[in-house]
């Protein structure tokens, strides 16, 4: 009989395929990167690896799914993708599997597919240092994501209320075997909770922003009344909640909205160390293939140096001093904040 929390992992995946928007609103549309016609380069002289871990690609297949028959299937293709484009990938959510054992599997089925692969856990921020630990061990993996969830527990029907956190990183950052990723699940983050997380020892952090899949939108459609509907696109979007981080001593992951490699090129230009793509992916996959999704992440590995060469910029670095442009709005939000401009 499939319990409660592992149907729920299949309702996500069905839901946020639903809601899946090709156009979204992270905020990339608003950034604009001024081009010169003589970049005095060659994409042969291009490095896009980023300084993080040994990576490859400043682009990763970030947390998804796992703890069903289904959700496992598709952890197994996502792990076959990554592998194939030598790419880092993230487990969906553990707590399911350290609940129930027997759901392991539709978790290790990552590694399984992807033996070589950097992967990084998963578990809500609620979790200590021994749950940590046995989530790495599960996996074998190489770092591990805690996510912070609010909006998504106060919307969920049988979500958390209690959100007392801050304590609990602080002793898993101290204990835990492998990085620890600090990650918001879609509603983004502020200056001062990088502040925060930077004071008990955080390295690293993914600001999930508003843009991509919303988990406050499925939360809600689960509900009997959805009487949660006004929370839909609640939070700061994935370049506000980098301008949020700019001058804070973390290394920041950004995900939420990504669509194209454009989005992903102007990410970095905002201080992402690397980029990550979830619902994209499973959209990809869910619509035409394991084969299909993997050319189209090759040809993203293609165009990213192209263009970064297009920009004048042979690394990450000299990709960050590319001068860049905001809507008014976007810097009416700067001035508000008393943020440093990009």
């Known amino acids: 009989m499939t319990s409660v929390q592992s149907h ?28 010169s016609p003589l970049p005095e380069t060659a994409v042969a002289a291009v490095s896009v690896t980023p300084d993080l871990w040994g990576w490859s690609w400043p682009l990763y297949i970030n947390a998804m799914t796992g703890g069903s028959a289904q959700t496992g299937r598709l952890n197994a293709q996502l792990g076959r993708i990554a592998a194939a484009c030598d790419l880092a990938i993230a487990s969906g959510s553990q707590s399911v599997a350290l609940a129930e054992p027997a759901l392991a599997p539709t978790f290790t089925a990552l590694r399984t597919a992807a033996p ?35 909006i998504q527990e106060t919307v969920m029907p049988e979500g958390d209320r209690e959100f007392h956190w801050l304590a609990n990183l602080q002793a898993v950052v101290a204990a835990s075997p492998v990085p620890v990723v600090v990650k918001e699940v879609g509603n983004g983050f502020s200056r001062e909770a990088f502040t925060q997380l930077a004071a008990i020892g955080v390295h690293y952090v993914d600001v999930g922003g508003r843009g991509g899949t919303d988990f406050g939108q499925i939360e809600n459609v689960r509900r009997p009344d959805r009487d949660y509907d006004y929370l839909q696109g609640f939070g700061q979007n994935t370049v506000e909640s980098l301008l ?76 960050r001093q590319v001068p860049v442009v905001l809507t008014p709005a976007l810097q009416s ?10």
């Open 8 to 35: 729920r992992k299949d309702e996500h995946v069905f839901l946020a395929e639903k809601y899946f928007r090709p156009v979204a609103d992270a905020g990339f549309d608003q950034v604009r990167l001024i081009y």
């Open 116 to 150: 070589a692969a950097f992967i990084l856990g998963n578990l809500g921020a609620n979790h200590g240092p021994e749950a940590v630990a046995k989530a790495v061990a599960m996996l074998q993996a190489n770092a591990i994501e805690l996510h912070l969830n609010v």
């Open 244 to 319: 949020e981080a700019q001058g804070q001593p973390l290394t920041r992951l950004a995900t939420g909205g990504i669509r194209t490699p454009l989005d992903v090129v102007k990410a970095l230009r905002l201080g992402a160390t690397a980029v990550g793509l979830s619902g994209l992916v499973l959209h990809w996959l869910v619509q035409d293939g394991e084969a299909a999704a993997i050319a189209r992440l090759k040809r993203w590995q293609a165009q990213l140096p192209a263009l970064m060469a297009a920009l004048g910029a042979e690394s990450p670095a000299a990709l």
């Open 333 to 342: 939000y700067i001035n508000q904040r008393g943020l440093p401009h990009p």
